[in-house]
């Protein structure tokens, strides 16, 4: 009774004048961008997801099923679901156990820059940011994850064993049609020949992120696949910082030279990773070698090394070691 008469107090009040009605607030969409941890799930673009992911990478958040991460986007608990929350916006963070109450299953073929891959059962329980595919077959995906304790969030290569064991996720409230990121856009080729100005296609996005990652920029609009004006200029900017000739267009030896750009350490038969990638991508290039760019240091790959020392008067001992990155390098 007593609210009652409350509310029909304060309503004679208000129309006599004397308290004004309090005025609904109108809430705002919740901001991508915001520095406080999202109050709704957010609606996001595969960049967006990625460049709350990529800070997490750049500040090495080691993996922990009870410690909590804060930074910009918001405070996350450390672990690999806690990362993908954290990566699509979501005001709670969840676990693999709930994870689907926000996203959809699609096919593993179909897996976009920021979907995810997820696996919960009675004895497995993990999930990863999907980047891109580390091979031509779709079999092996690139990841950025929380992985384990005692290492921090990172990217990682997936084994075809390990990425079968895996479902394909999307998030439901990712807002399609950007395509401003090289995370997108894959470096491996069976061939590389050569392109040239008015060139369209997934080799000049290849090429644009290649040169944009060499510190060659192509445009702000990131890889748009089309040779225009700005990639020729990165293109010849380049081809002169490797003692090249000025051309403009990406022929066999600027693909060469851009393909095997990184660390250089010594890799033989049995070796396998990211360097024995760049290898095998190079090798393609400079021989149109053919080879399965599977990050394996095999038979074959020793093979494509023995045959472009010989090319180039290094020691043909199947060996990839200082000389032969630096004519790899050199876009020999």
Known sequence: MRTIAASVLA????LCGLIQPVPRIALAAPD?????HPAADLRLTRDDILTRAKSWID?????????KHTNRYGTYRQDCSGYVSMAWGLKTARWTGDIMEVATRIEKKNLLPGDSLW?????HQHMALFLRWANAAKTQAVVWEEYRTGTVASERTWSADRTAGFTAIRYRNVLEGDAKTCAAVSLDHPRYPEIAPA???????TAQCLLTSAGFPTGANGPTGTFDDTTSSATKQFQTSRGLPSL?????HTWTALLARGTTPQVQDGASGDAVLRLQRALNA???????LDGRFG??????VKRYQGAHGLSADGIVGPNTWAALQAGK
Request: hydrophobic share 40%; glycine share 6%.
């Open 11 to 14: 309503a004679v009040l208000i």
């Open 32 to 36: 991508p961008h915001s520095a406080e």
């Open 59 to 67: 500040e090495r958040v080691p993996y922990s099923q009870s410690a």
């Open 119 to 123: 696996v919960h059962s009675s004895s």
């Open 199 to 205: 060139a369209t296609g997934d080799l000049v996005k």
């Open 248 to 252: 403009g267009k990406v022929d066999s």
């Open 286 to 292: 400079a021989l149109d070698a053919g080879l399965e």
């Open 299 to 304: 038979a074959n790959t020793t093979a494509a």
